[in-house]
């Protein structure tokens, strides 16, 4: 559609703003938002059907999930997928390698959270994939990702390490920076994967992260803005910023349907899709640090649980009540929507502090 809208922009002027990438991440966000909108009922139906009771609910979990979560379908993180992928083949110019290699990941990582989920449904356990074996699959999807970001650009540059707040300085990791990128991607994919728990609680700071990241590619692919502020110019990854666009219209929809008392999970099909998205967007950008302030919440969702882990199988205590963290609270007296608007506060607080890094240096 891009190529066809172009091509038409050569012979009729008012077409010329098809051109524009801001206007192309608006067109992907409505058209996101649109599709979910039309097909995410008949999809809900569908899966509730298909699933009979629905999503296995974790027996050591909040014995209140047992009677207000139990019986809702899973998978929902295929509507997301799907409109985010059509929204981005009719926006996104398709000739920018960037593209395809953000929306790989995301598309396999969504395939391997699918066959969990699928795994999960069909046994009624919470048990699905092997840890291993999926997180090998993840490494490999990310590491040839990685490596094409790589051969995208010139070296040392395009293997280099940026940090934020100090400009001048990039860290050279020659090749490693393909295991070292395939660990933002797998890292990030599994952070949200283990902060979605709640109604709503994993959805609207992956938007606000998608929506941070939108304005970091934007920047960071425009040569003019990337001098003025300091940061890295990478050719061609603005592009990214209609994928961010597509994200934040799924999820917008999605959260339609996700808000409490949910009608549908993200599920693993959803949540490691969109971590990977961002992650590997983050190392596209070469912006792999401030994703860790952006994804704060995502992080310390995942310390809590490795603290956790690591507590009770030396001491034999546990630190939190319950992890990740987000459960903790619930034991706590917290109600779900406390937990869960509360935490958008810390996502959002998070994003700016990390948006400051495109001008604090």
């Not at 590491?143 to 010139?154: K, N, R, S």
């Not at 799924?250 to 998205?277: E, H, R």
Request: glycine share 12%; hydrophobic share 55%; net charge neutral.
């Amino acid at each position: 559609m891009f190529y066809f809208l172009q091509q038409f922009g050569d012979v009729f002027a008012p077409f010329n703003v098809f051109r524009y990438l801001t206007f192309r991440t608006g067109g992907a966000t409505i058209t996101a938002l649109f599709f979910v909108f039309l097909f995410g009922p008949q999809l809900i139906n569908s899966l509730r059907i298909r699933q009979g009771h629905g999503q296995p609910i974790r027996e050591d979990g909040p014995a209140s999930h047992l009677i207000t979560k139990k019986g809702t379908p899973t998978m929902g993180g295929l509507m997301i997928l799907l409109s985010l992928t059509a929204s981005t083949l009719l926006w996104a110019n398709l000739t920018n390698p960037y593209v395809w290699i953000v929306l790989g990941v995301t598309v396999g990582f969504g395939a391997i959270g699918f066959y969990d989920d699928y795994l999960k449904v069909s046994k009624a356990t919470n048990n699905g994939f092997g840890g291993r074996q999926r997180l090998a699959l993840e490494a490999a999807i990310s590491g040839i990702a990685c490596f094409f970001v790589a051969q995208l650009g010139e070296t040392p540059f395009s293997t280099s390490l940026a940090f934020p707040f100090i400009k001048d300085f990039m860290l050279d990791l020659g090749w490693f920076f393909v295991i070292f990128g395939a660990f933002v991607i797998v890292s990030a994919g599994n952070s949200v994967n283990l902060t979605d728990g709640l109604d709503g609680l994993a959805i609207v700071p992956v938007m606000i992260a998608a929506g941070s990241f939108g304005l970091i590619a934007y920047l960071v692919g425009n040569e003019i803005f990337a001098n003025y502020l300091l940061i890295n110019f990478v050719p061609g990854t603005g592009e990214l910023a209609v994928l961010c666009g597509a994200l934040i219209g799924a999820g917008l929809g999605f959260l339609w349907f996700n808000a409490p008392p949910a009608s549908i999970f993200m599920g693993d099909t959803g949540s490691l899709a969109l971590g990977g998205m961002l992650g590997a967007i983050a190392v596209a950008t070469k912006h792999e640090i401030v994703l860790a302030i952006i994804g704060g919440l995502f992080v310390l969702e995942t310390v809590s649980v490795i603290v956790q882990v690591i507590s009770f199988k030396t001491t034999g205590k546990r630190i939190f009540k319950m992890a990740p963290i987000h459960h903790h609270f619930e034991h706590l007296g917290w109600t779900e929507s406390q937990i869960v608007i509360r935490f958008w506060i810390i996502a959002f607080v998070l994003a700016m502090v990390g948006l400051s890094s495109l001008k604090l240096r």
